[in-house]
Each structure stands twice: as C-alpha cells, then as structure tokens.
C-alpha cells in the first residue's frame, strides 16, 4: 500500500522521461548492435565470431538480437529511423535493401570495404554486386541459398525412376508416383505462406524468358505499354499448372503450411521436393540420409540457361546513423572471411559467402559439399521474386500466383493482375 | 412429469457435454502432439504417441519458454495493478463530479477504448524507441495500462455511480479527505468490480501479441505469445517443440484457474453492473 | 448526480480540485500520450503519402481515403469486420448465454467441471490458439480432414483456410471455440445476481417459464448482455492476430480485415498514409458502436 502514493508519481516522472530522449552512453569502449533473424546456429555463430574479433579489437563489444522472420521485416525499418537503431543488421538483398539505401538509412562502405581487409577484397564481383546501388557498396554478402529438387533416393531406384531432364518430364515423374500410389504426393508444395510457389515462379519464369528477358521488367524499366506484356509470363504459370494436372503436388497446396510439405519429404511420405539449400539441416535432422538433389529442369524451346538457377544472397548492412562506421565495416568484413564462413557453415549450415575454407567444416553431410561445389558452377544467379520486385508488385505477384492454383484466375487474369501492380508502381517512381 | 423432466435433463446435459468435448478436443490435441515426433504428427494425425519421450518439453524449454512465461507473469501483473489502480482513482473523482468539463474528460478517456492498437503502432514505436524503452518490461507494461484504462474505467465509473453516498459523508464528517474517503471506504467494497475488471485485463494482456511483437524485441524480454510465435523459423519448424512450448505456457494458467474457480464466477459479476 | 463539492463546507475547495485533479492526471496522461496524441497522429498523417523510413511527407488531401474507396480489398476486409461482428455477437453471446442458462438453472451435476472445462481455451494465448488450430485444419495431415474422410464425406477442395467461402466461418469457430466461455461467465454470473426471491415472488403471482424469464431474467441480464455484445463487437473490429497467423489474409486477401489489411499496407508495402487512413474508418467504427453502448447502458 505504500507504493501506491508513489505510483502516480512515478508514471509523471516516466511520461516526463518520455519526452526527452536518453543520451547515448559515452565510453570508450565501442558496442556495437547487431540484429539478425534467428534462424538455427545463429547466435552461436555471432557469439563465437564476437569472442574471436576481441582478439583484434578488445574493445569492441558485439550485442546480438534476433527475430522471427515476419518481425524482422516489420521491426527493421522502424527501427532503423528511431533512436535506437543497431549499428549492423542482416538483410536480403533486393527490394528491402535498396528501399533502405533510397531513404538513406543504409550506410555506403565502398571506400572502407576495399581497404585492406575489407569483405570488398575478399567475396567475388558477383556477391559484391548483391548490395551494390548506383556503383557504391552498401552491404556484404554473408550467405546465399539456393534451390534444388531434392528427391529419395532409394524410391527413385526401387522404382527405377530416372532422373528428369525437362518440365515434361518432371511431370511424367509425379505421375508415375501417382501410378505406384494414387495417394502418395509427389512432391509436396505447401504454399500457405505464398513464397513456396513464388520460388517456383521465380524458377520457371527464368526457364521460360531467361533473366535477360526478365530483367527490365523485374526493374520496371520497361517502357508502361510493354510492362510485363511477354506471353512468356503467362506460359510460365501453365508450366506450374502442368505439373498441378500432372498431380505433382498436394491437395489444397494454398492451404497446407510449408513446414508440413517440409515434413512429408523429410519423413520420406513424398519423394521429391522442391526445396531451399536450407532444407538440408531439416533432413539431417529427421535422420534422412539417402537424398539426392538436382536443379530445376529446362522447359523445352525455353530461353533458359541451365547453367542459371535460384540464388539469394543475404547479408549485413551497416546503419546510416551508426557512431562506430569504421568498426562496423571491420565487423562485418570479419564475418565473411574464409574463417568465420567455414565456422557459419558449421554452425547455421547455410552456404557461407566465402567457401574457400569450407573443406575444413566439420560433420558436413556429402550433399552438403555437393551442393557448394555445384553452387560454384552458377553460369547466372536467379534472384527470387518476392524480394527482388518493388513490394507492391512482388505482393501483387505473390496472390496471383495463390489464384492460379486455386484455379480462381487464368495466367493470363493472374499476369493482367501484375501488370496492373507494376504499372502502378512505376507511375510512382521517381522520374529520373 | 418426472420422466419429461429427466429427458430435458438430459437432453441439457448434452449440449453442455458436446460443447465441453468440442473445447477439450484440440487441447488435448496440443499435449498429445507434444509427446509425438514431428513425423508421427504429420503421417498418423490422430494417433498417439509411440513412445513417452520429454525431447520436445526439453527443446522448447532450450528455447525460453520458462523466461517467456516469467516476462508475462510479470508484465501482466505490473499492467493489470496499474490499471486497476489508475482507472479506480479516475473514475472516482469522475462519477463524483457533474460539471460538463469533467464529462468531457470522461469521454476522452473513454474515446480510447475504440483505438485500435495496431492503428498506431508506428507513433507509439517511435514514441517508446525515443524515450529509450525499447525491449524493457516497462515499454510494455506502460502502453498495456494506457489501453486498459478505457474500458476499466468505464466498468469502474458505472460502480461508483450506484455506490452508496452516505457512507462516504459520513467519513467527510470525520474529516477524511476526498482521496482517503476512496481509499479506506470506497475502494475496500469494491471486491467484486476490481475482481472483474483484473480478471478481464489480465486474459486481454496475458494474450496480447502485436504491440510486444513491436516492442520487445529481444529474447531475453519476450513475452508468450511473442516467443511462441518466434518458434516459427523463417524456413523450418519444430512442430513437437511448438506443441510442447503451447502446452507449458498453457498449463500454469490452466491450473491457476482451475484451482480458482469457485471464486471466478462471483467476480465476474462486476462487468455487468 | 449530485455535486458533492456543494455540500461540503469543510475542506476548502481549491485544495479538494488539486487533489481531485492528481487522482485524475495518471489516466489522463496515459491515456492521451498513449491512445489519443498516436490517434491523432493516425488522423493527421492519413492526408499524407509517406513510408515509415521516408522523411518527405506528400500531401495528398482525401486521397488515400478516395484510394480506399476505389480498392476492392478495402471493401472486402470491411465486409469480413462486418461478417466477424455480426457473426462472433450471435455465436458468441448467443451460445454463452444458452450454456450460462442451462448451467444456472438447467444442470446441476457436473456444473463446476462444465464451467471450467468450456472457460479454458479463455486463459490460452490466441497465438496458441491459432497454432493448434492450424494444425487442426491442415487439409493433408490435419485431424479434422480424417476425421471427415473416415464419415465417408469429402473435405473442402482448397482446404478449410484455403477457400475464401469456408475460411471465413473457420475463424468464426475458432473464435467461438475460444471465447464461448468468457460471455457464458460473465452472463452466469449476471443471473446469478438475480435475487432467487424474484423468481419465487413471480411464482405465486403466476409467471413462470417463458413469462418469468421475459420479465425478471432478461432485465437481470440485459446489462451484462450490452457489456458483452460491445466486448464482442470491439473484438471483431480490432481482430488481429487470429487472422494474421492462421490465413494471413489469404487466400490472395479473400480474409483481409483492416487490422491485417492496414497492417500489410503499412509494414509490408511502405503505404504509411493509406493504412492509416484505413484505421481512421476503423476508428471512427468504434467511436460509433462505443457511442451506442454508452446510449443503450444510460437508458438502462
């Protein structure tokens, strides 16, 4: 009861704190805020890379936080424009972060990236160009990953399946599954969340137009009236719904949680899935061993390049508001050299940016050093649609992509849809 | 006469026992699917587990799920006393008063109950994030109070109009002040309301999820529903562990109510008045 | 009301404002820095065009209220608010008060493991809830297609969250499944506190069953009934988090409402002006029902 008098004050002493903003602390001692997503392994992988840089910068202090992926992407920007923004944080290159180098709120680090020991000395041209805008770094490339058609191998043998060489036939392969088993599903989509079907469409576009007839109007540099208007983009949703009629994938695919489709290769219900690099830690842990995995087949009398395939890079950026610029950089540079990217292996099993020590990593799996080996020989990397376009198209391209599966739009209503989106958007740019 | 009466009996008894199964069913579901493996869970869904392993209660707790439910105990007590107390007091002198600039002000609290928290997310981010209360128990427990007062108030001032004036003239005679005449009188009878108005705001924060999304962003601050939701990885999920993680958040509460619900019933009571 | 300064000599009047003005002041400061100035900001920044990383606000007038006016998903999350209202007063009153009923006057073995058991689902969080039932209604493993199946029946082709038609009412039951308990409390402990004299007076006088129900428990309740219909109704307006993780406003916004809708707008396409002239609507939604309430409780 004594604390009650001393409530009221106590709210008046906070609502008048509120009103002035806390000094950042003054020390000698550099903190530097990190925030990343908090996929597996990750914040062993920062606290074991913070204790390993005090040995070159003993006064640097690294404070690590982590998010779940939808909050990521909502809390970032408002942080980054509040007060307490962190000095480093992980992000996707693409739409994301090119939104944060337009509003300033991403620093340039060309000219401390390519000092000597700086990550621009380190990662290749083509990872460098993930974070590059208007020829000025803005980020590092911690990790890429890419997407393949795992399938089981010891169905496919059993079943003397071969492996398939085009869309057709992939399609001819689910349904000779159906053929063994009406009820087993060839490999599970799981599009609930609406990314699983958008790395299709990503894919099949590629396969369908290549990236260079793509490109312009991934950018919305296309003149308005040729916007999105290539037949290609409507023939890339038929390839997806070839395979729907060829009965590839599950029941209600709209409906059913990526994590269940995850789930019904991993437990070897279904014997192929279209599924990130990422998924590799999933099946080592279900305790499945026998898989295989190839890129996504080529569409006869495509544009494709099967030398081509999915790649997203992801990455840190530094704040545009940090006090600590040079240390950032050092840090950040840290995480991507050849050491810390074998240690980012081990630990967050995502393919590190800088494979050159990746023979030292401990327990990898045979398919893990498979799929590094074969990531290195990418003619092009496929940037995925839902990061790469501008948001309202990506958002626009995401639920087309639901309706056609659902069989609510064809593909040609589905890419009228987007067009629409992209148009909107461009009106909105900028002019230059 | 007496058969009729039995099958109206039973037939009562029915509705209450299909809906009372209706409830229990995914509950059960939850702490059975707690104790399966994530492929039992999705090839033999309404199977039972194989064996009786604690793997996924070790996982989740691996995770916070302890600290979790410790940061929601805390925040919703810290809220709820603060809304209590504060709503209490402003009613008071509210339904104690008849000049039309205190029933302007008792609108303007009351306006507050129709803002929708995620309407205003973004100034009260930036708001919270100036004053440096980002991923403290405070920044949240503060915003809880404010958009828990409305409502509480509202309940607290239809109380207060119907509360006896004798009783407190006669304390004035002793000559007790206005705020010791809500303290030592007014407050003690008022059991049944501030039971009500705490068991109300206590379920509503216990549950909140988007303004904790917002604001508290590290894990060592999480509440439930926030660190539940981050069981959800950006590529995979940990189904068993997710199930497990629901079920020892859900447990305490469950035994908290069962243990008090005898009283619950009558506390209510305060809501409608 | 009285005005109780009057017929108070004894204590001097400006010391009695200042105090009743510090009793006041923490609910008016709360209140006004933490629902009222962000309102306000709301109400202000819906004229503008900007993202929550921009620093040039555009002004754009009524635009993004015209925007709205012309956006079909505008439309359909309004009507899903208005579906899930109208939908949770009548399955949520509705069924409480009927097992309220039943339990006060209907049943009295058991009564205490009913109320518990339907109260529940109350104390766990809606995230779970969402959890669970997700689980639940997976159209491949999920139990209730199963359970379905195994009755010779066909479950839905897109699923139970994945067809706009069916989804709708899902989130109806899920709702129901967890708030059921919470209006059955609160209308039991309302007809608990109608004094048992009433009902035996009405009695003698004649008026049982139907009658003494129309005119002793209705008016009994009717309170507790307005409470509960505005706890409802502000619940379907503002709901959030039940949308957001169970269908996240999919199938291709077919289950947007303007929590999730505005939200998307805001965070996810950078359209900070726009979403928040949706939340102006919703705002003005609730001051309205909210102005309703305190009409019919006044009457009362």
Redesign the interface.
């Given at each position: 009861m004594k604390t009650?008098l001393q409530?009221?004050v106590h709210?008046m002493a906070?609502a008048v704190?509120?009103?002035?903003?806390?000094p950042a602390a003054l020390a000698q001692d550099v903190t530097l805020k990190m925030?990343t997503?908090?996929?597996?392994g990750y914040p062993e992988f920062i606290a074991q890379a913070a204790e390993a840089f005090k040995k070159t910068h003993p006064d640097v202090t690294i404070e690590h936080?982590?998010?779940?992926?939808?909050?990521y992407k909502?809390?970032l920007p408002?942080?980054l424009?509040?007060?307490?923004a962190p000095d480093v944080f992980f992000n996707w290159s693409g739409d994301a972060a090119k939104r944060l180098v337009r509003d300033g709120l991403a620093l340039g680090i060309t000219d401390a990236a390519m000092a000597k020991g700086g990550f621009g000395t380190e990662l290749g041209a083509g990872l460098l160009d993930a974070f590059r805008y208007d020829g000025k770094l803005y980020g590092a490339a911690a990790d890429a990953v890419s997407k393949y058609v795992f399938y089981n191998k010891d169905y496919f043998a059993t079943n003397k399946i071969a492996l398939p060489k085009t869309m057709a036939e992939l399609a001819g392969v689910c349904k000779a599954v159906r053929a063994i088993d009406p009820d087993t599903v060839p490999m599970p989509l799981g599009n609930k969340t609406r990314w699983k079907a958008i790395h299709w469409m990503t894919m099949l576009n590629e396969r369908v137009m290549g990236i260079d007839g793509t490109a312009a109007d991934y950018d919305l540099a296309r003149p308005a009236d040729a916007l999105f208007t290539d037949p290609g983009y409507a023939q890339a949703f038929d390839e997806l719904l070839k395979l729907q009629d060829a009965g590839c994938f599950e029941e209600a695919p709209n409906a059913t949680?990526?994590?269940?489709a995850?789930?019904?290769f991993?437990?070897q219900?279904s014997p192929m899935e279209f599924c990130?690099t990422?998924?590799t830690?999933?099946l080592d842990a279900?305790g499945f061993t026998n898989y295989g995995f190839f890129r996504l087949p080529l569409v006869e009398g495509g544009k494709g390049d099967a030398g081509a395939n999915f790649l997203v890079p992801e990455g840190f950026q530094v704040s545009s508001k940090t006090q600590h610029a040079k240390e950032a950089v050092e840090w950040i540079s840290f995480l991507v050299s050849p050491e810390q990217g074998a240690k980012f292996a081990e630990l967050t099993k995502f393919l590190p940016s800088n494979p050159k020590m990746i023979d030292s990593v401990p327990n990898a799996t045979p398919q893990f050093r498979e799929i590094v080996a074969d990531m290195g020989t990418f003619t092009r990397g496929v940037n995925v649609l839902d990061v790469l376009l501008e948001a309202s198209v990506a958002d626009a391209y995401l639920n087309a992509t639901v309706e056609v599966l659902n069989r609510t739009v064809t593909p040609a209503e589905a890419v009228a849809q987007i067009r629409q989106a992209a148009l909107a958007a461009q009106a909105k740019l900028p002019a230059k | 006469m007496t058969s009729r009466y039995r099958l109206?009996?039973i037939g009562?008894?029915l509705?209450?026992t299909v809906?009372?199964l209706?409830?229990?069913a995914?509950?059960c579901?939850?702490f059975v699917?707690a104790f399966k493996s994530?492929?039992d869970?999705?090839?033999r869904?309404?199977g039972l587990p194989k064996t009786l392993t604690f793997a996924a209660f070790e996982r989740a707790w691996g995770i916070g799920i302890g600290g979790f439910l410790f940061n929601s105990l805390v925040v919703t007590a810290l809220s709820v006393t603060?809304i209590v107390?504060?709503?209490a007091?402003?009613a008071?002198?509210?339904a104690?008063?008849?000049?039309r600039r205190m029933q302007a002000?008792y609108l303007?609290?009351?306006?507050?109950?129709?803002?929708?928290?995620?309407?205003?997310?973004?100034?009260?981010?930036?708001?919270?994030?100036?004053?440096?209360?980002?991923n403290s128990q405070?920044a949240i427990v503060?915003?809880y109070?404010?958009?828990g007062?409305?409502f509480t108030?509202m309940l607290f001032y239809?109380f207060f109009?119907e509360f006896p004036?004798e009783l407190?003239?006669a304390a004035?005679?002793d000559?007790c002040?206005?705020?010791q005449v809500?303290?030592r009188i007014v407050l003690p009878l008022s059991g049944p309301v501030v039971a009500?108005a705490a068991i109300f705001q206590a379920?509503f924060n216990?549950?909140e999820?988007?303004l904790a999304?917002?604001l508290l962003?590290?894990?060592r601050v999480r509440t439930?529903?926030?660190g539940?939701?981050?069981l959800?990885?950006?590529?995979?999920?940990d189904?068993p562990a997710?199930?497990a993680g629901?079920a020892i958040?859900?447990l305490p509460?469950?035994v908290v109510?069962?243990a008090a619900?005898?009283h619950?019933?009558?506390?209510?009571?305060g809501?409608?008045? | 009301?009285?005005?109780?300064t009057q017929?108070?000599p004894?204590?001097p009047r400006g010391r009695?404002d200042v105090?009743?003005g510090a009793?006041?002041l923490?609910?008016?400061v709360?209140?006004g820095?933490?629902?009222?100035?962000?309102?306000a900001?709301?109400i202000v920044g819906s004229f503008f065009e900007f993202t929550?990383t921009s620093r040039n606000w555009v002004f754009v007038g009524f635009g993004n209220y015209a925007r709205a006016a012309g956006d079909p998903v505008f439309w359909t999350a309004l009507r899903n608010n208005a579906f899930l209202i109208v939908g949770s007063a009548i399955t949520q009153v509705g069924?409480g008060t009927?097992?309220a009923a039943?339990?006060d006057r209907?049943?009295r073995?058991?009564n205490?493991?009913?109320?518990?058991?339907?109260?529940?689902?109350?104390?766990?969080?809606?995230?779970?809830?969402a959890?669970?039932?997700i689980?639940?209604l997976?159209p491949?493993?999920?139990?209730l297609?199963?359970?379905v199946k195994s009755l010779g029946f066909r479950p839905p082709k897109l699923g139970w969250l994945g067809d706009p038609q069916i989804s709708l009412w899902m989130l109806l039951v899920i709702a129901a499944?967890q708030n059921?308990?919470?209006q059955m409390?609160?209308v039991?402990?309302?007809l608990?506190?109608i004094p048992k004299e009433l009902y035996e007076a009405a009695a003698l006088d004649g008026a049982r069953g139907f009658r003494a129900f129309r005119y002793i428990t209705l008016p009994g309740?009717r309170?507790?009934l307005i409470?509960g219909t505005l706890i409802t109704v502000?619940g379907g307006?503002?709901v959030?988090?039940l949308v957001?993780?169970t269908t996240g406003g999919g199938p291709a916004n077919a289950t947007q409402v303007l929590?999730t809708y505005?939200?998307l707008q805001?965070f996810r396409l950078g359209n900070?002006g726009y979403?928040?002239a949706?939340?102006?609507v919703?705002?003005a939604i609730?001051?309205l029902?909210?102005w309703l309430q305190?009409r019919l409780?006044r009457k009362a």
């Open positions: 009650f409530r009221p709210i906070f704190g509120l009103l002035s903003v806390v925030w997503l908090d996929n597996p936080q982590t998010f779940p992926g939808d909050a909502t809390s408002v942080a424009v509040g007060s307490d949680e990526y994590t269940v995850d789930a019904m991993a437990t219900a990130g990422w998924c830690a999933g279900a | 109206v009996s009562l008894h509705v209450m809906w009372t209706f409830v229990l995914p509950l579901l939850m699917a994530q492929a869970i999705f090839t869904p309404l603060l107390v504060v709503s007091l402003a008071y002198v509210l104690r008063a008849s000049s002000l303007l609290i009351v306006a507050g109950f129709a803002v929708p928290v995620q309407s205003v997310l973004v100034p009260l981010y930036q708001f919270v994030s100036a004053a440096g209360l980002l405070i503060i915003p109070a404010a958009y007062i409305p108030t239809a109009l004036r407190e003239e004035r005679l000559g002040s206005r705020f809500f303290w009500s379920v216990w549950n999820f988007i999304l917002m962003t590290e894990t439930l529903p926030v539940i939701y981050g959800i990885g950006q590529y995979s999920a189904w997710l199930m629901l958040a859900t509460l469950l109510f069962v619900q005898r619950f019933v009558r506390s209510m009571s809501l409608g008045k | 009301m009285t005005d109780v017929q108070e004894r204590s009695r105090l009743s009793m006041l923490p609910a008016l709360l209140v820095l933490f629902i009222l100035a962000p309102a900001y709301a929550i069924l009927i097992l039943i339990l209907g049943v073995r058991g205490a493991i009913y109320r518990t058991i339907i109260f529940m689902p109350v104390v766990v969080s809606s995230i779970a809830v959890f669970v039932w689980l639940i997976d491949n493993v999920g139990p297609n199963a359970i499944w059921v308990g919470f409390i609160l039991l402990a309302g608990q506190s309740i309170n507790v409470v502000v307006l503002k959030f988090d957001f993780v929590g505005s939200y805001a900070m979403a928040n949706m939340s102006v919703l705002l609730a001051v029902f909210g305190l409780s």
